[in-house]
């Protein structure tokens, strides 16, 4: 377990994703992360897909419902902890959501001292370079990654080098408000939200794959049938 000092500044976590729909894997990050890195705020933010982008029948906001409902229970279930929420800001966009666009908003609203860590999966570290302005990202915030299953640390080509160049330890995620990217062993859940979707229509048991607030929606909603 890292020890980070005293004299830290505030922290904030932020794990985008499409949670399409959100399960256990998910909160199980969520909640590792924030405690390895000492975050003092977790905040799940639900990303925006254009319709024609969209599974169907799934909007952007049963999504974020089925977030809200998923923290709502994990919450009550972790009295001892702090609370995780969801922020709907990419939910108001018309257009996909580009990740830059939105820490660039976190920094206007809460200014340049704050910490903020954008965390994600080791798959999402390893298309990072798709991403839109990726080199620019850790001049908005850090980065805290998660290990997952059946995905390794790039180790060739551009992205494994600016890999290497911004690795740093988790205490720099309190020393500075941005800049380091932070990989961390978590606790390993074989779970997708792909693999969910396929169960779904397959009329597979869901246990232990999803919150079970979040299975009733999905069930009395009827979602991810086609
Ligand atoms: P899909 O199967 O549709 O791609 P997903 O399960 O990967 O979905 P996303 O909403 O795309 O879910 O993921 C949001 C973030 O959660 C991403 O950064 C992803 O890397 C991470 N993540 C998802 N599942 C896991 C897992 N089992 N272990 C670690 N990280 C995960």
Same mark, same amino acid.
């Given at each position: 377990?890292?020890?980070?000092?005293?004299?830290?500044?505030?922290?904030?976590?932020?794990?985008?994703?499409?949670?399409?729909? /959100?399960h256990r894997a998910?909160?199980?990050?969520?909640?590792?992360?924030?405690?390895? #890195?000492?975050?003092?705020?977790?905040?799940?933010?639900?990303?925006?897909?254009?319709?024609?982008?969209?599974?169907?029948?799934?909007?952007?906001?049963?999504?974020?419902?089925?977030?809200?409902? !998923?923290?709502?229970?994990?919450?009550?279930?972790?009295?001892?902890?702090?609370?995780?929420?969801?922020?709907?800001?990419?939910?108001?966009?018309?257009?996909?959501?580009?990740?830059?666009?939105?820490?660039?908003?976190?920094?206007?609203?809460?200014?340049?001292?704050?910490?903020?860590?954008?965390?994600?999966?080791?798959?999402?570290? !390893?298309? #990072?370079?798709?991403?839109?302005?990726?080199?620019?990202?850790?001049?908005?915030?850090?980065?805290?990654? !998660?290990?997952?299953?059946?995905?390794? /640390?790039?180790?060739?080509?551009?992205?494994?080098?600016?890999?290497?160049?911004?690795?740093?330890?988790?205490?720099?995620?309190?020393?500075?408000?941005?800049?380091?990217?932070?990989?961390?062993?978590?606790? #390993?859940? !074989?779970i997708?939200?792909?693999? /969910?979707? /396929?169960?779904?229509?397959?009329?597979?048991?869901?246990?232990?794959?999803l919150?079970?607030?979040?299975?009733?929606?999905?069930?009395?909603?009827?979602?991810?049938?086609?």
């Open positions: 377990m890292t020890v980070i000092s005293a004299n830290k500044r505030k922290t904030l976590g932020v794990f985008g994703g499409t949670f399409d729909p /959100i998910h909160l199980q990050m969520a909640r590792e992360l924030q405690q390895r #890195l000492q975050l003092d705020e977790m905040r799940l933010m639900p990303c925006h897909i254009p319709p024609h982008r969209q599974a169907p029948g799934v909007s952007s906001e049963r999504r974020a419902q089925m977030v809200a409902l !998923a923290i709502e229970e994990d919450n009550s279930k972790s009295r001892d902890v702090k609370a995780l929420q969801v922020d709907t800001r990419e939910l108001n966009r018309d257009r996909l959501s580009f990740t830059i666009d939105t820490l660039k908003g976190l920094r206007d609203e809460l200014g340049q001292s704050q910490s903020i860590c954008l965390c994600m999966g080791m798959d999402s570290l !390893a298309s #990072l370079d798709k991403w839109h302005c990726w080199q620019e990202l850790l001049e908005y915030s850090h980065i805290g990654v !998660a290990a997952r299953p059946g995905y390794e /640390i790039p180790e060739v080509g551009g992205l494994a080098n600016w890999i290497k160049e911004n690795r740093a330890s988790p205490e720099q995620v309190h020393r500075s408000s941005r800049g380091a990217l932070v990989i961390e062993q978590c606790s #390993l859940l !074989a997708s939200a792909t693999e /969910i979707r /396929i169960r779904i229509q397959e009329g597979k048991d869901l246990s232990h794959l919150p079970e607030s979040v299975e009733r929606f999905i069930k009395l909603e009827g979602l991810y049938k086609e």
